[in-house]
Structure formats: structure tokens, C-alpha cells
């Protein structure tokens, strides 16, 4: 009879660790594993968040190009800048406001010497779910395959 009951008294100790951790106010077992599962869902969303950040600060330290994305009342500041002339790296960067639905209200353009893109886009449609971090990664993300269609040739 001993073995039974520590069975039940270590299972109450993991779901009482279990609620804890969670920081769940859940009383019954199959709440408490419910919310768990929520809670750790909700981990690895922000894992997944971290890791495309940290991939996105890693792929631009090693490029050429700095961007920044300022959030505004109506859409998003964009800069991009690089000591360099960058053909077709415009092109790109518009294909990749196109691909997020924003439309360029403003922009200020060099491509001279050196590539200097200062833009004011908007949503169409005003999307809720663009924010300042997917704009710089779309962006990012046109820089990079820019860069890598330029060393191939």
C-alpha cells in the first residue's frame, strides 16, 4: 500500500511544481496540465521570436548595410544606409515593402557614392499585425539576398 501512496503524493509534489512553474491558478489536475501546455506554448513562441531576432541582428552586423524602422502614427520610418553604392539593392527593398503591403507616402533617395534610403511607408489596408521588427526583417532579409546575388556574381 506504501508504493501507492507515494505515487500519488509525488504526482501531487509534480503538479504542485507544475502550477508553480506555469504560474497557474488552476486547481484541478487537468487544468493545471492545460495551462501548462498554454505556457509552454507560449514559450516557445517566444523562443522562436528570440532566435529570429538574434539571426536578424547577426545578418546585419555582417553586411554592409545598416537598417533602422521607426514605428509612426500612420506606418514606419525606414532607414538604410551603407558607405558603399548598392545597384538594384532599391529594387530589392521595394519588392520587399510590396511583399508587406506598404505603400512609400515619402521617400529620399542617393545612390551616388554611397546608398542612403530614407522612406515613410504605410500599411494598406492598415494590417494590424505588421510592427517596426517585421518591416526590419523583411528589409534585412531583401539587404541579405541582395548581398548574396551580388558576391555570386
Known amino acids: 500500500m ?8 509525488a504526482l501531487h509534489q509534480k ?3 507544475l502550477r508553480s ?8 489536475k487537468t487544468s493545471i496540465v ?5 505556457y509552454i506554448e507560449e514559450l516557445k513562441k517566444k523562443v ?12 546585419a ?6 537598417a533602422t524602422v521607426e514605428t509612426l502614427d500612420k506606418g514606419f ?4 544606409f551603407s558607405e558603399e553604392n548598392c545597384p538594384g539593392l532599391l529594387v530589392a527593398i521595394l519588392e520587399a515593402f510590396e511583399e508587406l503591403g506598404l505603400d512609400v507616402r515619402d521617400a529620399n533617395v542617393s545612390c551616388s557614392d554611397k546608398f542612403h534610403l530614407q522612406a515613410i511607408g504605410e500599411n494598406e489596408g492598415n494590417v494590424d499585425d505588421i510592427d517596426a521588427q517585421v518591416v526590419k ?3 534585412l532579409k531583401a539587404i541579405k539576398n541582395w548581398s548574396d546575388n551580388n558576391e555570386e556574381e
Do not use: F, N
Open 2 to 9: 506504501g508504493s501507492k501512496e507515494e505515487r500519488k503524493a
Open 15 to 17: 503538479l504542485k511544481e
Open 21 to 28: 512553474v506555469s504560474q497557474s491558478k488552476a486547481v484541478h
Open 34 to 38: 492545460v495551462e501548462a501546455a498554454k
Open 48 to 59: 522562436e521570436k528570440l532566435h529570429e531576432d538574434i539571426t536578424s541582428s547577426s545578418q
Open 61 to 66: 552586423s555582417s553586411l554592409p548595410v545598416k
Open 77 to 80: 520610418r525606414i532607414s538604410v
Open 137 to 139: 526583417r523583411a528589409v
